[in-house]
């Protein structure tokens, strides 16, 4: 039920999980920074979110808009193992048993998330090639759409 989006979902779910508490917006000087799209080269311990494919579930009779789950997929790093699996899995549970009708602003855009769902669980890609830094990947799909 995404229809247009001024902001991608992985934007929104950035800004989603900063306001659960996940972590800090971007430039906010501690671990644990969330961003979408790009991931920076430090803090060692940050989460990314990225677009990935998602459920077209078909259109509605009356308009014919599509019905549309939003691919999302949220990268944890951290330099030590359990800190970093330890924080994937607790996104992991906000994601199954937190994210239901959540309000997010953007700019002058709101965003209304109705649910989350994993498509997997939290998988662990071991060790960045050239870091010491440990690497795991949540699989998402989301429903939301642009409110204002």
């Not at 917006?25 to 920076?40: C, F, L, N, V, Y």
């Not at 691919?71 to 199954?96: E, H, Q, Y």
Request: aromatic share 6%.
């Amino acid at each position: 039920m995404s229809g247009l989006l001024l902001h991608s979902p992985a934007d929104v779910v950035a800004r989603l999980l900063i306001a659960l508490g996940q972590g800090v917006a971007p430039g906010a000087g501690t671990p644990w920074q969330i961003q979408a799209d790009k991931e920076p080269s430090s803090p060692d311990n940050t989460i990314t979110t990225y677009n990935t494919d998602g459920y077209i579930h078909g259109r509605t009779q009356v308009d014919g808009e599509y019905q549309v789950h939003e691919g999302v997929l949220v990268r944890v790093r951290a330099t030590d193992s359990k800190v970093g699996a330890t924080k994937a899995w607790a996104i992991a549970n906000v994601i199954a048993k937190v994210v239901k009708n959540n309000s997010v602003r953007i700019d002058t855009s709101t965003y209304e998330v109705y649910n989350m769902n994993l498509k997997g669980q939290v998988i662990p890609l071991g060790v960045q090639p050239g870091t010491k830094r440990f690497l795991w990947t949540i699989n998402a799909t989301v429903a939301m759409r642009q409110v204002s």
